[in-house]
């Protein structure tokens, strides 16, 4: 386990990614779980996005002490949050195509900078139930990934257990955090009462360094209280390395 002493100088970038069920549980433990997993990035699906959603999505950067970098109109219910400690350079959103009636998707992509670190394109996905349009959605992602330097993260809601089709279109340009780490890394996502299929994602360009992958819990003093009672999905961190240059 990688532990943080209270204002230490990070070496490293801990993201964490969780669909937060439209806030529809309880936002209240959804802010506790963020603030107790003191990312420097959050990767957030199923954001709201009804007339309130502005307000709403706000509110929670502002009770966790984020800053809400990327998301809004067009992200088809993502966002990314990032911490002070980073700079934000660059953020902007996208759709993902479904057919009329379904459920919007999309992605919400920040690019930004630790300090001693080189930039970081992070993205916030959400793919689609239908495995056809999963694939295309994964396509349209790293043409978009593509105008980018790396590295490049890419972290949310798959809707797909690992081994899948859109899992392996990622594939060469981004693979799965946990397979850089021991067997046994990547624990079930879904559902949170009785979890069973890793769903939700952590994905790294190559030169990325996985130092940690684990779904949030005791280490962040977070009970299955507060995960089953923030949403249906669990959370998922990771502390990753990146380079210093990009050559």
């Known amino acids: 386990m990688i532990t943080r002493v209270e204002g230490e100088r990070r070496t490293s970038l801990r993201l964490l990614t969780c669909n937060v069920h439209?806030?529809?549980?309880?936002?209240?433990?959804?802010?506790?779980?963020?603030?107790?997993?003191?990312?420097?990035?959050?990767?957030?699906?199923?954001?709201?996005?009804?007339?309130?959603?502005?307000?709403?999505?706000a509110r929670l950067a502002r009770e966790t002490g984020l800053h809400w970098a990327a998301g809004g109109r067009g992200s088809g219910g993502t966002a990314v949050f990032t911490s002070r400690r980073l700079d934000l350079l660059a953020a902007a959103v996208g759709r993902l195509p479904v057919p009329w009636?379904?459920?919007t998707r999309g992605y919400a992509l920040a690019q930004v900078r630790l300090a001693g670190s080189a930039p970081?394109?992070?993205?916030?996905?959400?793919?689609?139930?239908?495995?056809?349009?999963r694939v295309?959605?994964?396509?349209?992602?790293?043409?978009?990934?593509?105008?980018l330097p790396r590295p490049w993260l890419v972290a949310g809601d798959l809707n797909e257990a690992p081994g899948g089709p859109s899992w392996a279109a990622f594939g060469p340009a981004l693979s799965d955090a946990a397979a850089r780490l021991e067997a046994g890394a990547g624990a079930p996502t879904y559902p949170a009462k009785a979890p069973h299929v890793r769903i939700d994602a952590v994905l790294?360009?190559?030169?990325?360094?996985v130092e940690r992958l684990a779904v949030a819990g005791a280490s962040e003093h977070l009970s299955g209280v507060d995960l089953r009672s923030a949403s249906d999905h669990l959370p998922v961190l990771a502390d990753l390395r990146v380079p210093d240059v990009i050559t």
Do not use: I
């Not at 959605?137 to 978009?144: E, G, I, T």
């Open 136 to 147: 295309a959605h994964v396509a349209l992602v790293l043409r978009r990934l593509a105008d």
């Open 22 to 57: 439209d806030l529809g549980d309880d936002p209240d433990a959804v802010a506790h779980v963020l603030r107790s997993c003191d990312p420097d990035v959050v990767c957030l699906q199923e954001v709201p996005r009804r007339l309130s959603a502005p307000w709403r999505v």
């Open 204 to 209: 790294v360009s190559p030169e990325v360094v």
């Open 101 to 103: 009636l379904r459920r």
């Open 120 to 133: 970081v394109t992070v993205v916030s996905v959400h793919l689609s139930l239908v495995p056809q349009q």
